[in-house]
């Protein structure tokens, strides 16, 4: 869902909650359960990951090609970035759709 479908709009200088939470685990069942202590890690590193990546944006386009590599040489081609103003030497495919 969008904020539009929602009909909300994002609220600029302000902010509606702050929050803090914590992370408490029991030295006994982090030994004796298997597997609980990798899901504990995937919970910090998911946690220290969206901190870091609090400064940095996220975008994601569709763009016509018959595969990844040739958008970003018709692009490299003409010298152009992407509608966002983002290079396409610097972007990273992440998921491609299958062809069908």
Do not use: C
């Not at 609220?11 to 899901?39: C, D, F, K, M, T």
């Not at 018709?74 to 491609?96: A, C, I, N, W």
């Amino acid at each position: 869902m969008t904020l539009r479908e929602n009909n909300l709009k994002e609220l600029e200088g302000g902010h509606i909650l702050w929050s803090q939470g914590a992370l408490v685990a029991n030295r006994r069942a982090l030994q004796e359960r298997p597997g609980l202590l990798e899901v504990v890690h995937e919970l910090i590193e998911r946690f220290e990951a969206h901190l870091k990546a609090g400064k940095f944006y996220s975008v994601l386009a569709n763009m016509r090609g018959n595969s990844a590599e040739e958008v970003r040489k018709e692009h490299k081609r003409k010298d152009k970035t992407t509608p966002f103003g983002v290079s396409l030497m610097r972007s990273q495919v992440l998921y491609q759709a299958a062809q069908g």
